[in-house]
């Protein structure tokens, strides 16, 4: 089992439209989540971090579910724009910090 | 956050040679990490560097084959050795910022024929 999953996708999603992309993490002992986007043939940039309490950026809300090990990340009003890969990412405590990324979602939005 | 730059940004190798990959940072920073995204993959930890130590692989991955130096805390390189067809990814280059928030550079893309 992968330590973190993702619905591949695509989804294909209109203008305006809300989206919901969710993730499951294996290890119980994962201490930071984040989303990341990764455009096509570019380097993953940080998107949002996941509290707890869940989150909100704009049009970008990210929840925590300790208890099932979930995370999501809903995304209102898809513009253009957002049309890219979603990384759904852990932080591990191996001696050090590590982050755990994975396989991603990928979101197209459509005029 | 922190700028890193990699060089070089594509190749294309024979199989069997090696490629020695650079990562640049614009400040001092105590640990940097080399990722491999494999096509249509997710971004693996191949390593971590940190300066004046042996860098420490996960588990798949050895120094014979991807030996790392670092020689000071702004600088990086990871070397791709004997590469087969296997080997073609994009190779990421990752460091920690004084927030804590975690950037990639730009990566490097290569092709082994």
């Known amino acids: 089992r992968k330590e973190v999953e993702q619905d591949p996708g695509p989804f294909n999603v209109p203008e305006g439209a809300t989206v919901a992309f969710n993730c499951t993490y294996s290890?119980?002992?994962?201490?930071?989540f984040f989303w990341y986007r990764q455009d096509c043939r570019k380097e993953p940039k940080l998107l949002m971090s996941?509290?707890?309490s869940g989150n909100e950026d704009g049009r970008f809300t990210a929840q925590l579910n300790r208890a099932s090990q979930y995370i999501s990340l809903l995304i209102r009003d898809s513009k253009l724009s957002d049309s890219a890969t979603y990384l759904c990412?852990?932080?591990?405590?191996?001696?050090?910090?590590?982050?755990?990324f994975g396989t991603g979602t990928r979101l197209l939005v459509s005029p | 956050s922190a700028v890193i730059s990699q060089k070089p940004s594509r190749d294309i190798c024979q199989r069997g040679t090696s490629l020695t990959i650079q990562c640049q940072v614009d400040?001092?920073?105590?640990?940097m990490f080399w990722y491999r995204q494999q096509p249509g993959q997710s971004l693996t930890l191949i390593a971590t560097?940190?300066?004046?130590?042996?860098?420490?692989?996960e588990s798949g991955f050895v120094i014979d084959k991807f030996p790392i130096s670092r020689p000071n805390l702004t600088f990086s390189t990871l070397t791709v050795s004997n590469m087969s067809p296997e080997d073609s990814s994009i190779y990421l280059c990752?460091?920690?910022?004084?927030?804590?928030?975690?950037?990639f550079g730009p990566g490097t893309r290569l092709t082994v024929l």
């Open positions: 990752s460091v920690y910022d004084s927030y804590n928030e975690q950037f």
């Open positions: 290890n119980s002992a994962s201490q930071s």
């Open positions: 996941v509290y707890s």
């Open positions: 990412v852990v932080k591990t405590d191996r001696g050090f910090q590590k982050l755990v």
């Open positions: 400040s001092q920073v105590t640990m």
């Open positions: 560097a940190n300066q004046g130590s042996e860098a420490t692989y």
